[in-house]
């Protein structure tokens, strides 16, 4: 079926499911990071940036920066029904978490969370994962960043390219 996508109407985000170690270069220790994705509907524009936990403070840190990066807020938000964006999961009418509440009011977006277990709701996003998987992590993966930082900064150079 043919979904009509609106520029400006709609982000999808989510959290990639595929893990990357990277070494602190203070500790030394082994640290796991995920990708957070959030591709635009209409242009399926692509954000991506390495996180050390899709927490909640991180989740919408991560907005923050995504809707910088595309100057501007799209009408609606689609996330997943991630645990740091939703507090109550429901089918029809899922409790979103305060903070994420309080972002959309202030930057004027409307939360609509994708129905559990319907891929059909968040195709985009879906896909925009599975590219950044295939495009970003695989490229990056023989390679070692020594900070969060040198890692997003290459995550961002490869999702200019």
């Given at each position: 079926m043919w979904q009509v996508r609106v520029a400006g109407e709609k982000l999808f985000v989510?959290?990639?499911?595929?893990?990357?170690?990277?070494?602190?270069?203070?500790?030394?220790?082994?640290v796991e990071v995920e990708l957070f994705v959030a591709v635009l509907g209409a242009s399926n524009d692509t954000y991506a940036e390495a996180f050390a936990t899709p927490r909640a403070a991180d989740f919408i840190a991560a907005h923050v920066r995504a809707f910088a990066y595309f100057d501007g807020v799209t009408e609606m938000t689609v996330p997943d029904q991630l645990q740091s964006g939703v507090a109550r999961s429901c089918r029809y009418e899922p409790g979103i978490q305060r903070t994420y509440g309080e972002l959309a009011r202030h930057d004027g977006t409307a939360i609509v969370a994708a129905r559990p277990y319907k891929a059909r709701d968040k195709a985009k996003i879906e896909l925009g994962v599975r590219v950044a998987q295939r495009w970003i992590l695989a490229r990056l993966r023989n390679e070692t960043s020594l900070s969060l930082g040198s890692l997003n900064r290459q995550v961002a150079e490869l999702c200019a390219e």
């Open positions: 989510d959290f990639s499911g595929e893990k990357r170690s990277d070494v602190n270069a203070t500790t030394g220790e082994v």
